[in-house]
């Protein structure tokens, strides 16, 4: 099947190895190992329903980039021998990229470093941005980080889903509700207008970032929903994705704890590259940015669970209940905790 897909990057598969890489939710990656080495990756065209959008606005930040920041790596997708990004055949829609070498990446933190570097890469790419105006981007997924809307889907889920889901999922769903204000918070937030839209990657989890073997960040990957949105999406995911040395996919949750290090090593990363550039009315909202993320994976996880898991890659039944009920024993230990990072580490954080 990725036989002609790879014929019309002018690959010859005889020479390459193939295999199934990489532990994303949504596209399929696959490392194609030979004298040179590449990614190629399948779209998800059921969540990226406009896959052209994602070539069109990679391409619009690769040229910016590499005009005014040559030396930045930005991994772009190859172009087929006909010049197209994107490769088509009945099996879907396909795209290729360098592998870069020497490189990896981690699904949890196990060193301070590798937050610091990982919120600095983030920090980079918005600030690299700043310039450029974010509104010539495309929403490749429309509304994606809008608490609002996917609280109404989650109460839409609730009103469909079987009693016995509704059940099962009683301490998440009355989780939610008791954390409503982070939704009340967000919708003050929305209409005040007083975040600036910026250039933001929305996928800043930690497997996002490739390093080196000393933990440098080289470079982001997974660009696709690189769109015109708030800082808190990154920063709440790096809090989401950082801080807890157990990833969203633990199910022994005595394993997730907040660690408040950890917390100063991705403020520190991030504001390396965006302190100037974050008014500091986003500063006191670093915080509330964890809580926003956190909480709205948990709605979306439990959301997949009372749809009947038709969005998240699973591998047993009950996984997106796990995941649900990780992540809101995540945002209970940031909760705990949050009074101490501000008092001890950081006085501009406020809420
Ligand atoms: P997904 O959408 O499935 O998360 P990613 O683009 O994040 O896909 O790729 C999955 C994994 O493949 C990454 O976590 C990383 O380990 C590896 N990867 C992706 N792109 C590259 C690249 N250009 N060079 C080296 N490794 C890569
Ligand atoms: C998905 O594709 P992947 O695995 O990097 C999802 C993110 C979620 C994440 C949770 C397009 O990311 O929004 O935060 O899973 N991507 C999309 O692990 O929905
Ligand atoms: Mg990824």
Same mark, same amino acid.
């Given at each position: 099947?990725?036989?002609?897909?790879?014929?019309?990057?002018?690959?010859?598969? =005889?020479?390459? &190895?193939?295999?199934?890489?990489?532990?994303?939710?949504?596209?399929?990656?696959?490392?194609?190992?030979?004298?040179?080495?590449?990614?190629?990756?399948?779209?998800?065209?059921?969540?990226?329903?406009?896959?052209?959008?994602?070539?069109?606005n990679l391409s619009k930040l690769q040229?910016?980039?590499?005009?005014?920041?040559?030396?930045?790596?930005?991994?772009?997708? =190859?172009?087929?021998?006909?010049?197209?990004?994107?490769?088509?055949?009945?099996?879907?829609?396909?795209?290729?990229?360098?592998?870069?070498?020497?490189?990896?990446?981690?699904?949890?933190?196990?060193?301070?470093?590798?937050?610091?570097?990982?919120?600095?890469?983030?920090?980079?790419?918005?600030?690299?941005?700043?310039?450029? $105006?974010?509104?010539?981007?495309?929403?490749?997924?429309?509304?994606?980080?809008?608490?609002? =809307?996917?609280?109404?889907?989650?109460?839409?889920?609730?009103?469909?889903? #079987?009693?016995?889901?509704?059940?099962?999922?009683?301490w998440p769903i009355s989780e939610v509700?008791?954390?409503?204000?982070?939704?009340?918070?967000?919708?003050?937030?929305?209409?005040?207008?007083?975040?600036?839209?910026?250039?933001?990657?929305?996928?800043?989890?930690?497997?996002?970032?490739?390093?080196?073997?000393?933990?440098?960040?080289?470079?982001?990957?997974?660009?696709?929903?690189?769109?015109?949105?708030?800082?808190? #999406?990154?920063?709440?995911?790096?809090?989401?994705?950082?801080?807890?040395?157990?990833?969203?996919?633990?199910?022994?949750?005595?394993?997730?704890?907040?660690?408040?290090?950890?917390?100063?090593?991705?403020?520190?990363?991030?504001?390396?590259?965006?302190?100037?550039? =974050?008014? #500091?009315?986003?500063?006191?909202?670093?915080?509330?940015?964890?809580?926003?993320?956190?909480?709205? &994976?948990?709605?979306?996880?439990?959301?997949?669970?009372?749809?009947?898991?038709?969005?998240?890659?699973?591998?047993?039944?009950? &996984?997106?209940?796990?995941?649900? $009920? $990780?992540?809101?024993?995540?945002?209970?230990?940031?909760?705990?905790?949050?009074?101490?990072?501000?008092?001890?580490?950081?006085?501009?954080?406020?809420?």
């Amino acid at each position: 099947m990725l036989n002609q897909i790879l014929e019309q990057f002018g690959i010859n598969v =005889l020479n390459y &190895q193939i295999e199934e890489y990489g532990s994303g939710l949504i596209n399929s990656t696959w490392k194609i190992s030979g004298n040179k080495s590449y990614i190629l990756q399948r779209i998800n065209t059921d969540v990226f329903k406009q896959p052209e959008a994602i070539a069109e606005n990679l391409s619009k930040l690769q040229s910016y980039l590499n005009t005014r920041y040559p030396d930045y790596l930005f991994v772009a997708p =190859l172009l087929t021998l006909n010049g197209l990004s994107l490769a088509v055949n009945k099996d879907g829609i396909f795209r290729l990229f360098p592998f870069i070498d020497n490189s990896t990446s981690i699904n949890s933190v196990t060193d301070y470093k590798q937050a610091y570097e990982a919120a600095k890469q983030f920090g980079k790419f918005t600030f690299l941005l700043r310039d450029f $105006n974010a509104s010539e981007l495309r929403d490749t997924i429309p509304s994606f980080h809008d608490l609002a =809307l996917r609280y109404k889907e989650f109460e839409k889920a609730c009103l469909n889903a #079987s009693t016995a889901k509704l059940d099962q999922a009683k301490w998440p769903i009355s989780e939610v509700n008791k954390h409503k204000d982070i939704l009340s918070t967000y919708e003050e937030l929305k209409y005040s207008g007083k975040f600036p839209v910026r250039v933001i990657h929305h996928d800043a989890k930690i497997n996002n970032v490739l390093f080196d073997s000393h933990w440098n960040g080289i470079c982001l990957i997974d660009l696709d929903t690189v769109m015109p949105g708030y800082f808190i #999406s990154d920063v709440g995911d790096m809090l989401r994705t950082y801080l807890s040395p157990a990833n969203e996919d633990e199910i022994d949750l005595s394993k997730i704890v907040v660690d408040e290090q950890c917390f100063d090593a991705i403020y520190k990363g991030y504001l390396s590259e965006m302190s100037n550039e =974050l008014t #500091s009315f986003e500063k006191e909202h670093f915080i509330y940015a964890g809580k926003f993320m956190i909480y709205m &994976q948990a709605i979306r996880f439990l959301s997949d669970y009372l749809n009947g898991d038709v969005y998240y890659h699973t591998t047993y039944a009950g &996984q997106n209940l796990n995941r649900a $009920n $990780n992540q809101l024993t995540l945002l209970n230990q940031l909760i705990k905790i949050e009074e101490k990072i501000q008092l001890t580490n950081h006085s501009s954080i406020k809420e």
